[in-house]
């Protein structure tokens, strides 16, 4: 069987894997995935310590990062269809009107 | 060390997820991500947590992961392959991935994570009678603030979507205008 350390480093993995997207991509729905990722990589770190310790709370507080995670997801594509609908492109270089 | 199912699972999560970045089709990339969050809902399987896990299943790969395969949809894939990918930028990208990997690595190697602490086989799995008693009880303002949050997510969208409408009538508006004007000019 397994131990923590284990997935510590699996979520060690997919956090840099969604970092190096963010730093690369330049697609907003890319750089959406990229959150997705590191997003799953803390709730995954969240229910391993909780099934270390062992304590719920780990998994109660995944759950509702999850739920958080939807809402999220759900604003920040509304806002991506909206930027595409005026832009008609999607590239984060781009949009700088509220750049300073 | 590990078991086999566990490397297993870790190489589909971990594969996918650099599959949903460098797809070339975005398309492709909404599929693999779809896979790589089930398989974190099998990561929740391996440490004893069902209950998350199906919640995984229905909020990502059910509600998540098919709401970005419905936007990429919606946008013309057009603009989608005009990625322009500085060539330096990704060679900064990877070594900044390397940096953060190995010196997390380090980092978790030489901490106490692999000792004593870390063996959580002897412990009995957590019931989920007593997730459900700590969300209604001690989370509860949690609760209602959660579902409050979703409420105003989705109106939110809602709004987004609504206006973006609207711009769209006036869009198509100048963009007779301008043809008038073409035509005008030609």
């Given at each position: 069987?397994?131990?923590?350390l284990d997935f510590v480093i699996?979520?060690?993995v997919?956090?840099a894997?969604?970092?190096?997207?963010?730093v690369?991509k330049r697609?907003?729905?890319r750089?959406l995935f990229?959150?997705e990722?590191?997003a799953?990589?803390?709730?995954?770190?969240l229910v391993?310590?909780?099934?270390?310790?062992?304590n719920a709370?780990?998994?109660?507080?995944a759950?509702?990062?999850?739920a958080?995670?939807?809402?999220e997801?759900?604003?920040g594509l509304?806002i991506?269809v909206?930027i595409?609908?005026?832009?008609?492109r999607?590239?984060?270089?781009?949009l700088?009107l509220m750049r300073w | 060390?590990?078991d086999?199912?566990f490397?297993?699972?870790a190489?589909?999560?971990?594969?996918?997820?650099?599959?949903?970045?460098?797809?070339?089709e975005?398309?492709?990339?909404?599929?693999s991500l779809a896979?790589s969050m089930?398989g974190?809902?099998?990561?929740?399987?391996?440490l004893d947590?069902p209950f998350?896990?199906?919640f995984?299943?229905?909020v990502?790969?059910g509600?998540?992961?098919?709401?970005i395969?419905?936007a990429?949809?919606?946008v013309?894939t057009?603009?989608?392959?005009?990625t322009?990918e500085d060539?330096?930028?990704?060679?900064?990208g990877?070594?900044?991935m390397?940096?953060?990997?190995?010196?997390?690595?380090?980092?978790?190697?030489?901490?106490g994570l692999s000792?004593?602490?870390?063996?959580?086989?002897?412990s009995p799995?957590i019931d989920f009678t007593?997730?459900?008693?700590?969300?209604l009880?001690?989370?509860a303002?949690a609760?209602?603030?959660?579902?409050?949050?979703l409420a105003?997510?989705?109106?939110a969208?809602l709004?987004?979507?609504?206006?973006?409408s609207?711009?769209?009538?006036?869009e198509g508006?100048?963009?007779?205008a301008?043809q008038?004007?073409h035509e005008r000019?030609?």
């Amino acid at each position: 069987m397994s131990e923590i350390l284990d997935f510590v480093i699996v979520s060690m993995v997919l956090v840099a894997i969604g970092i190096y997207g963010l730093v690369v991509k330049r697609n907003a729905i890319r750089m959406l995935f990229s959150i997705e990722i590191i997003a799953n990589a803390a709730n995954l770190l969240l229910v391993a310590f909780s099934r270390g310790l062992p304590n719920a709370q780990g998994q109660v507080v995944a759950l509702f990062s999850i739920a958080i995670a939807a809402a999220e997801v759900a604003v920040g594509l509304a806002i991506i269809v909206v930027i595409f609908r005026a832009r008609r492109r999607l590239s984060v270089d781009d949009l700088s009107l509220m750049r300073w | 060390m590990a078991d086999p199912i566990f490397i297993a699972v870790a190489v589909l999560t971990v594969g996918t997820a650099i599959i949903a970045l460098e797809a070339r089709e975005l398309i492709y990339g909404a599929i693999s991500l779809a896979i790589s969050m089930l398989g974190i809902a099998g990561f929740f399987l391996l440490l004893d947590a069902p209950f998350v896990a199906m919640f995984q299943i229905a909020v990502y790969v059910g509600a998540i992961a098919v709401l970005i395969i419905f936007a990429v949809m919606l946008v013309r894939t057009q603009a989608l392959f005009t990625t322009k990918e500085d060539k330096k930028r990704k060679a900064a990208g990877i070594a900044l991935m390397l940096i953060i990997m190995s010196s997390l690595g380090a980092l978790f190697l030489a901490s106490g994570l692999s000792g004593q602490f870390g063996q959580f086989n002897t412990s009995p799995p957590i019931d989920f009678t007593e997730i459900g008693e700590l969300m209604l009880t001690y989370y509860a303002p949690a609760l209602i603030i959660l579902g409050l949050t979703l409420a105003g997510s989705v109106i939110a969208a809602l709004a987004l979507a609504r206006r973006e409408s609207i711009t769209g009538q006036e869009e198509g508006e100048e963009e007779e205008a301008e043809q008038q004007r073409h035509e005008r000019d030609s």
